[in-house]
């Protein structure tokens, strides 16, 4: 069995941060790709960050130069700290991760932590 687990996610001011933070865990051979996602009430849900095992990054137009993405795959867990949040950043915020372990699947997504900006 393979989990993801999220946690960091809260209610915080308009240009406040916040830092998330997801663990994968199991039976795990390798990690590639990592990333977060959200999807806000009434949206289709849309990439935030992604990072690959080697460390090259790529990010929505909508949170460069306010977001970053890191990993620490000692720990296998990524890490979103998230600067200047608006309002239209609150959504419901998903860790993706793209792992080799015993099982076929290789797609795996943590349960959602919900970030709400209040302006």
């Known amino acids: 069995q393979v989990q993801l687990v999220e946690s960091g996610g809260g209610l915080v001011q308009a240009g406040g941060s916040l830092r998330l933070s997801c663990a994968a865990s199991?039976?795990?051979?390798?990690?590639?790709?990592m990333g977060w996602y959200r999807q806000a009430p009434g949206k289709q849900r849309e990439p935030v960050a992604t990072?690959?095992?080697?460390?090259?990054?790529n990010y929505a137009d909508s949170v460069k130069g306010r977001f970053t993405i890191s990993r620490d795959n000692a720990k296998n867990t990524v890490y979103l700290q998230m600067n200047s949040l608006k309002p239209e950043d609150t959504a419901a915020y998903y860790c993706?991760?793209?792992?080799?372990?015993?099982?076929?699947?290789?797609?795996?997504w943590g349960q959602g932590t919900q970030v709400t900006v209040s302006s």
């Open positions: 993706y991760a793209d792992i080799t372990s015993d099982f076929p699947n290789n797609d795996y």
């Open positions: 199991g039976s795990i051979f390798s990690i590639t790709a």
């Open positions: 990072i690959t095992s080697g460390g090259s990054t």
